[in-house]
C-alpha cells in the first residue's frame, strides 16, 4: 500500500461508476485512485447511490476516505443543470423515494428515444434493453449508445451521440427532471451539501448569482471542461460570495482523456475540511 506521507493530499470528489454511466466497479476505482496517489475520492453517480456502499466497506484497506456522493440532474429555468451533493445520507427513506422516482422517468425516457431509433432503422427492443439492465444501474443514455454499437446501427459511442442521442439529435429525449430548487433543499434534508457541476459547461454568473438564493453550498471549480480562465473566475466568485468548492476529474471510463484525467483534477485538504466544518455548524 501506498502511505504518500510526503505527498500532497488529493481528493477527487467526481467520479462515475457502473452503478449509473461509469465503466468501473467501485473496487476497481479504489484500485485506480491508490495508483493515482489519490486520498479521499467520492463516487457521484448520476441519481443513484448504488455504488457507495461497497466503496465504504473497503476504502480502509487502499488508505482511501469514500465521501458518500450523488450527481441529481435537475431543472433551472427549463435548462438541465446538474447539482453534486456530498456527505449525503445515502440511506435516507426521502432521497430513497426520490430515488424511484427518477429511475422510472430515466427508463420512460429511454424507450421513448429507442423507438425513435426503430423509426430510423434501429432494432433494439426497448423493453429486452431495459430489462438487460440491472435493477441497480441508473439507466442513461451512455447504455443506450453501447447497445447500438453493438447492434451495429452505428461505429462508436461518440458517433451514437453526433448523429443521433447527443442534446438536439433525432432521437435526442429530454429527461423529465425535478426543478433545482427542490434538489438543493433535498440535499439539505439529507444532511448533505450542495455544489454546481462543472458551471463552465452551461451557467452563467447570473444564474449562479440565482442560485446562492436558492441556498447552494459551493461550486465545482477544477473540472477537465474549465479552462484556466473559468477555474480564476469561479474561484473568484466563490471567495467573493463565501462558497466551499469542489473539483474532480468526472471520470466515467468510456474515453481515452478521462484515464488521463484521473487524479490530476482535486481539491487539498483545507477544502474537504471546510466542506466538514460546514456541515457540523
Known amino acids: 500500500m501506498n502511505f504518500r506521507y510526503n505527498m500532497p ?35 457521484t453517480d448520476h441519481d443513484s447511490v448504488n455504488g457507495i456502499e461497497v466503496a465504504l466497506k473497503n476504502c480502509k484497506k487502499y488508505g482511501i476516505e469514500v465521501i458518500p456522493g450523488i450527481e441529481f440532474s435537475c431543472d433551472m429555468n427549463g435548462k438541465e443543470i446538474h ?54 444501474i441508473s439507466i442513461g443514455r451512455p447504455h443506450l449508445a453501447a447497445e447500438m454499437v453493438k ?41 448533505g451539501l450542495s455544489f454546481v457541476a462543472h458551471p463552465g459547461k452551461n451557467i452563467d454568473v447570473e444564474r449562479l448569482n440565482e442560485l446562492i438564493k436558492y441556498g447552494i453550498n459551493g461550486i465545482e471549480i477544477y473540472h477537465p471542461s474549465h479552462s484556466e480562465a473559468d477555474t480564476k473566475t469561479y474561484m473568484e466568485f466563490s471567495v467573493n460570495n463565501n462558497l466551499l468548492i469542489s473539483g474532480g476529474s468526472d471520470f466515467h471510463g468510456v474515453i ?26
Open 9 to 43: 493530499w488529493k481528493a477527487d470528489l467526481h467520479i462515475h461508476s457502473y452503478f449509473s454511466d461509469g465503466k468501473f466497479s467501485p473496487l476497481t476505482i479504489l484500485e485506480k485512485a491508490e495508483k493515482s496517489e489519490l486520498n479521499a475520492i467520492s463516487i
Open 151 to 191: 447492434e451495429g446501427f452505428v461505429k462508436s459511442y461518440v458517433e451514437a451521440f453526433i448523429l443521433y442521442i447527443g442534446d438536439g439529435k433525432p432521437a435526442f429525449e429530454k429527461k423529465k427532471n425535478p426543478d433545482i430548487q427542490e434538489i438543493i433543499k433535498l440535499i439539505s434534508k439529507i444532511n
Open 83 to 136: 447539482i453534486l451533493g456530498y456527505f449525503i445520507d445515502y440511506e435516507n427513506k426521502i432521497l430513497q423515494e426520490y430515488l424511484r422516482a427518477f429511475k422510472k422517468n430515466r427508463i420512460d425516457r429511454i424507450i421513448k428515444m429507442i423507438r425513435k431509433l426503430n423509426r430510423m432503422g434501429s432494432n433494439i427492443d426497448a423493453t429486452n434493453f431495459v430489462n438487460s439492465i440491472s435493477n441497480n
Open 256 to 281: 481515452k482523456a478521462d484515464l488521463r484525467n484521473f487524479g490530476k483534477y482535486f481539491i487539498g485538504k483545507e477544502d474537504v475540511d471546510k466542506m466538514r466544518s460546514k456541515l457540523s455548524k
